[in-house]
């Protein structure tokens, strides 16, 4: 099998964690309607807000190293 180019593994991984991300999100969403206990709704805001801050990351490195969202 030909070695994969550092480029290509880059667009993956960072494509992926994006992807990943954006379902943590969704999770996230999905139960916070459900949950009643006001703590765990506030751990569930800031698990979002983390995700959030993530993925902004993630995607000012994609454009600083010239990756595209796939």
Same mark, same amino acid.
């Given at each position: 099998?030909?070695?994969?180019?550092?480029? +290509?593994?880059?667009?993956?991984?960072?494509?992926?964690?994006?992807?990943?991300?954006?379902?943590?999100? /969704? /999770? +996230?969403?999905?139960?916070?309607?459900?949950?009643?206990?006001?703590?765990?709704?506030?751990?569930?805001?800031?698990?979002? /807000?983390?995700?959030?801050?993530?993925?902004?990351?993630?995607?000012?490195?994609?454009?600083?190293?010239?990756?595209?969202?796939?």
């Amino acid at each position: 099998m030909d070695k994969l180019s550092q480029e +290509y593994m880059l667009n993956i991984m960072f494509n992926e964690s994006i992807d990943r991300e954006q379902l943590l999100l /969704k /999770k +996230y969403d999905d139960i916070f309607d459900k949950i009643k206990d006001k703590e765990i709704k506030n751990m569930l805001k800031e698990f979002s /807000k983390n995700s959030r801050e993530h993925i902004d990351i993630l995607k000012d490195k994609m454009i600083a190293l010239n990756i595209k969202k796939t």
